[in-house]
């Protein structure tokens, strides 16, 4: 059973609103990823970490942030949402060697109006 | 760039009727493959990887892949379906990005409906 845990699950809010979801994992893994998610296309890595204090950004250029200030925890922030921001966003780690098994959480479905 | 093919959108199976998942690669060396699957409303879980050596690999829940590289494909099967297994599958390449980051690169999935 994976131990990653994102919230909320599901988020409706406004234009121009800041949001940050939260993505926390008690595995001890260093590498940790934000993916985004539409129908009927391939997931996009816009962030990745290495560990503390490491964020990098992914191929998807993305105007949200992320911060990495403790192993467990990933947050996500986007300072003003729009509605081309609507997507499902999914958070992931790994072992820090090659390429590891990735758990992924559940998943956070954004929706903004 | 590497980069994953799922030709099949969406595929309907009947229950205990066998299963073949299509997954073409595009890599220059030898790949690492993996296959991913999602429930509905949950996150993606690994179903079994290819790494090197017999290429025939095994999963977990009964399903099985198959890498050749002459074909540059790494097929998924199960020989019988059950209703559970109604979800969305992944495929996905080992890469590099530009600044040496080991990541997976995604095909954009293949739904699963198991009929009655």
């Known amino acids: 059973e994976a131990d990653i845990y994102q919230t909320p699950r599901y988020l409706v809010i406004g234009t121009g609103k800041k949001i940050t979801l939260e993505c926390s994992q008690t595995?001890?893994?260093?590498?940790m990823y934000w993916y985004q998610q539409d129908p009927g296309m391939e997931l996009h890595l816009i962030h990745y970490?290495?560990?503390?204090?490491?964020?990098e950004k992914g191929d998807l250029s993305s105007e949200s942030t992320v911060s990495r200030i403790r192993t467990e925890h990933f947050p996500l922030t986007l300072e003003s949402a729009r509605p081309s921001h609507t997507s499902q966003y999914l958070c992931?780690?790994?072992?820090?060697?090659?390429?590891?098994?990735?758990?992924f959480g559940q998943g956070t479905r954004l929706t903004v109006v | 760039a590497q980069s994953v093919t799922q030709p099949d959108i969406h595929i309907t199976v009947s229950e205990g009727a066998s299963l073949e998942l299509r997954c073409n690669y595009s890599y220059g060396a030898t790949p690492y493959l993996f296959w991913y699957v999602q429930s509905p409303g949950q996150g993606l879980q690994l179903l079994l990887k290819?790494?090197?050596?017999?290429?025939l690999v095994q999963g977990i829940k009964g399903f099985e892949a198959e890498f050749k590289r002459s074909q540059s494909s790494f097929n998924l099967r199960k020989p019988s379906v059950h209703w559970s297994d109604a979800a969305e599958y992944f495929c996905?390449?080992?890469?590099?990005?530009?600044?040496?980051?080991?990541?997976?690169?995604f095909g954009t999935g293949t739904r699963l409906l198991v009929s009655p």
């Open positions: 992931a780690s790994s072992e820090g060697q090659g390429w590891a098994e990735a758990f």
């Open positions: 595995m001890g893994h260093d590498k």
């Open positions: 996905a390449v080992g890469a590099v990005s530009d600044t040496g980051f080991q990541k997976l690169v």
């Open positions: 290819y790494f090197s050596g017999d290429t």
């Open positions: 970490s290495y560990g503390v204090n490491s964020t």
